[in-house]
């Protein structure tokens, strides 16, 4: 069986954000057994599991993968929407658009220190989308 719903998300300034209790509120009761599977629907933004206890690791993610993927980099022609345009669709590909968590006992099967996390690459990415499904 397969279930799927569409979530809008708050809106989230740039950073990194802790969104598993958002995410479970939004899941009807959970199979005994099976996936959630998480996709943004967007191109500059992203979602990543990892730690969930510590707020200074996503700030630690920020300032990594800033320094990784600068802005303002003279390498980049796509800058319409600004300086954060070109840098927010690379750090989506190198993070990822989806990931896939166990379902076991009817919850998420997270480790004890993880948490899903919502990238938000850009300044003012606005509002973000996200499809839940669930494979039983």
């Known amino acids: 069986m397969i279930q799927q719903k569409e979530i809008t998300l708050p809106e989230f300034r740039r950073g990194y ?14 199979p005994e057994k099976g996936l959630l599977h998480i ?3 967007h191109t500059s933004a992203g979602i990543t599991l990892n730690e969930n206890a510590d707020p200074t690791v996503r700030i630690d993610f920020e300032s990594f993968i800033n320094k990784m993927i600068p802005e303002k980099d003279d390498v980049y022609i ?10 927010g669709h690379l750090k989506s590909s190198v993070i ?4 896939t968590i166990p379902i076991t006992n009817y919850q998420l099967n997270l480790g004890t220190w993880q948490g899903i996390y919502f990238c938000e690459f850009r300044n003012y990415g606005g ?3 996200l499809v839940l499904t669930v494979y039983s």
């Open 17 to 30: 954000h802790l969104i598993t209790s958002i995410i479970e509120q939004n899941l009807a009761q959970l």
């Open 39 to 41: 996709l943004v629907k």
């Open 78 to 87: 796509h800058t319409y929407e600004g300086d954060d345009d070109m840098p």
């Open 96 to 99: 990822g658009a989806e990931v």
């Open 127 to 129: 509002v973000r989308r």
